[in-house]
């Protein structure tokens, strides 16, 4: 059995975008925006990786995301876990679909991962306009600026695959 290196090379493009984010963010900070864009992390593992693979690959980026959090620890390694086994069960369906369908799933992942975060941060201020005005804006900023920067990093995810040689698993899934 050899190794696959998919895994690793995920992993590392997923911390390497968390890092130009977490950049992004503190230049933004300044202005009141936050971009918010977790569902980039978990499409393409959940494609082409088998389940155990794409389930490290998620939780370990979902443990480095809860580092920059205020969630309690652990609680993204849970959610992102969650969507990749979501996405893992509609594989079959995705792997056929284009790439601006992609965008457009990735997108609907990210306004419910938007969506389940915000309610757990913002317990203490959900009565108040102003924390959804601003979440809101955040979402928006988020979501146009998903498909510019999905169609990017999906493509550098696609090409580390394509490195190693082994595109999607010939072996039965699991």
């Known amino acids: 059995m050899d190794f696959d290196f998919r895994g690793p090379l995920l992993l590392l493009a997923n911390l390497l975008l968390l890092s130009l984010l977490r950049l992004l963010n503190d230049a ?3 202005m009141g925006l936050t971009l918010f864009l977790p569902a980039l992390f978990l499409l393409e593992p ?6 155990r693979w794409a389930l490290l690959v998620a939780g370990l980026t979902g443990l ?3 580092a920059y959090s205020p969630l309690p620890f652990g609680f993204s390694l849970v959610l992102f876990a969650a969507m990749t086994t ?3 069960a509609n594989r079959q369906g995705l792997r056929r679909a284009s790439a601006w ?3 457009w799933v990735l997108l609907a992942i990210n306004a419910l991962l938007w969506l389940v975060m ?6 203490p201020w959900l009565g108040e306009s102003l924390y959804w005005e601003r979440s809101l804006a955040d979402l928006v900023v988020s979501s146009v600026l998903l498909f510019p920067i999905g169609a990017w990093f999906l493509s550098v ?12 698993d010939t072996e039965m899934e699991g």
């Open 28 to 30: 933004l900070g300044p």
């Open 46 to 51: 959940a494609l082409v990786l088998r389940l």
């Open 64 to 66: 480095a995301f809860d």
């Open 86 to 88: 979501l996405l893992f």
């Open 101 to 103: 369908q992609h965008l």
């Open 118 to 123: 915000t309610i757990s941060m913002g317990r």
């Open 157 to 168: 995810q696609r090409m580390l695959v394509e490195l190693t040689g082994r595109e999607f």
